[in-house]
């Protein structure tokens, strides 16, 4: 069964179960229905649209997460529903990860805004978006728009900073406490399609995933055992501060226009990245071990991304989440 999170509306159903009422059958002779009405299809059951799994009565909160060695190990990163990998300035990467299942109460290390992030994160609606903060120019994006912000150097609610790491690898964000004092929607569709089968048609073998953004490897392995692709760096299997190993159901390949942004620059005077995550575009999904070629497109900054199969048709991902990798155009990408 292919679930989206969508369910049949109410009022809908309603029309149904009148519709099946009213429809012909034999009359006794006082002119009631000879028969029992037939019984209407029970709804699907709904489900979260971005894990394809529970619903989350949870609203949708992005992070901003540290992805370099000097950030690691990670807290809370596993609990994310989905998570981007994004290139930013000298070559380095960051990720921005979406929580709605869970709200752990300590996401570490916290770091700060880049300006394609709104682009990026306007596809789940208005929802609350968590940084440390940002340069001038690299923030401005974000103040400009719709996105609910919780800003460390502006004063927002549930931050603290870690002893026993060193600045500005210490900040955590409490999301419990966010979720409190910040109100924000819960999950809705954003083009995703969850099912338990994979699809038909032309699949490879997808047993590795080894890609590059910006000029850092980014690899996955999948695992037989837990039915999982497993985050490798250098080698090494990655886990979080709790020991648990980071890992997920799917990997999407994304590839991507990616543009210098000039008028953000880093201390020492590298550029800011900005990939454009509207439009259309080569993708590669990795689910169960195996490997389906095909498009992304998305027409608008508040539309959905959609996944699709060389022959048109949506390309579904295992229930439980997904890793998005955002490439550039001319990234490598073993066979």
Same mark, same amino acid.
């Given at each position: 069964?292919?679930?989206?999170?969508?369910?049949?509306?109410?009022?809908?159903?309603?029309?149904?179960?009148?519709?099946?009422?009213?429809?012909?059958?034999?009359?006794?002779?006082?002119?009631?229905?000879?028969?029992?009405?037939?019984?209407?299809?029970?709804?699907?059951?709904?489900?979260?649209?971005?894990?394809?799994?529970?619903?989350?009565?949870?609203?949708?909160?992005?992070?901003?997460?540290?992805?370099?060695?000097?950030?690691?190990?990670?807290?809370?990163?596993?609990?994310?529903?989905?998570?981007?990998?994004?290139?930013?300035?000298?070559?380095?990467?960051?990720?921005?990860?979406?929580?709605?299942?869970?709200?752990?109460?300590?996401?570490?290390?916290?770091?700060?805004?880049?300006?394609?992030?709104?682009?990026?994160?306007?596809?789940?609606?208005?929802?609350?978006?968590?940084?440390?903060?940002?340069?001038?120019?690299?923030?401005?994006?974000?103040?400009?728009?719709?996105?609910?912000?919780?800003?460390?150097?502006?004063?927002?609610?549930?931050?603290?900073?870690?002893?026993?790491?060193?600045?500005?690898?210490?900040?955590?964000?409490?999301?419990?406490?966010?979720?409190?004092?910040?109100?924000?929607?819960?999950?809705?569709?954003?083009?995703?399609?969850?099912?338990?089968?994979?699809?038909?048609?032309?699949?490879?073998?997808?047993?590795?995933?080894?890609?590059?953004?910006?000029?850092?490897?980014?690899?996955?392995?999948?695992? =037989?055992? @837990?039915?999982?692709?497993?985050?490798?760096? %250098? $080698?090494?299997?990655?886990?979080?501060? !709790? +020991?648990?190993? #980071?890992?997920?159901?799917?990997?999407?390949?994304?590839?991507?226009?990616?543009?210098?942004?000039?008028?953000?620059?880093?201390?020492?005077?590298?550029?800011?990245?900005?990939?454009?995550?509207?439009?259309?575009?080569?993708?590669?999904?990795?689910?169960?071990?195996?490997?389906? =070629?095909? @498009?992304?497109?998305?027409?608008?900054?508040? %539309? $959905?991304?959609?996944?699709?199969?060389? !022959? +048109?048709?949506? #390309?579904?991902?295992?229930?439980?989440?997904?890793?998005?990798?955002?490439?550039?155009?001319?990234?490598?990408?073993?066979?």
């Amino acid at each position: 069964m292919i679930r989206s999170g969508r369910t049949i509306p109410a009022i809908a159903m309603a029309g149904l179960i009148a519709a099946a009422g009213c429809s012909g059958g034999s009359s006794g002779s006082d002119g009631t229905s000879g028969g029992a009405p037939p019984s209407s299809p029970a709804p699907p059951p709904a489900v979260n649209p971005l894990t394809g799994e529970a619903p989350s009565k949870h609203p949708v909160i992005v992070v901003k997460i540290e992805d370099t060695a000097n950030g690691r190990p990670q807290a809370g990163t596993n609990k994310a529903d989905i998570v981007y990998v994004e290139q930013v300035e000298g070559g380095l990467t960051r990720l921005m990860a979406v929580f709605n299942s869970t709200l752990p109460s300590s996401i570490e290390p916290v770091r700060s805004v880049r300006p394609s992030d709104p682009e990026l994160a306007l596809q789940y609606g208005h929802i609350i978006f968590v940084a440390s903060g940002g340069s001038h120019a690299g923030i401005a994006p974000l103040l400009k728009s719709p996105l609910k912000k919780v800003i460390n150097d502006s004063g927002g609610p549930g931050f603290h900073r870690d002893p026993n790491r060193d600045a500005p690898y210490n900040l955590v964000a409490n999301l419990k406490t966010i979720a409190k004092k910040v109100k924000g929607p819960t999950a809705s569709g954003i083009g995703l399609m969850w099912s338990d089968q994979v699809p038909a048609g032309a699949t490879k073998r997808g047993k590795f995933v080894q890609t590059r953004v910006g000029g850092t490897d980014v690899g996955f392995r999948w695992d =037989a055992k @837990t039915h999982r692709y497993l985050r490798i760096i %250098d $080698g090494d299997v990655q886990h979080t501060a !709790d +020991g648990s190993v #980071i890992s997920t159901p799917n990997v999407i390949v994304q590839f991507c226009k990616v543009t210098t942004y000039t008028k953000d620059r880093d201390v020492l005077g590298n550029p800011a990245k900005f990939t454009h995550t509207v439009g259309t575009g080569r993708a590669v999904v990795f689910r169960n071990g195996k490997r389906i =070629a095909g @498009t992304w497109s998305r027409s608008s900054v508040k %539309d $959905g991304t959609a996944f699709k199969a060389k !022959d +048109g048709t949506p #390309i579904t991902l295992t229930p439980g989440g997904a890793w998005v990798v955002l490439v550039a155009n001319d990234a490598p990408l073993n066979k």
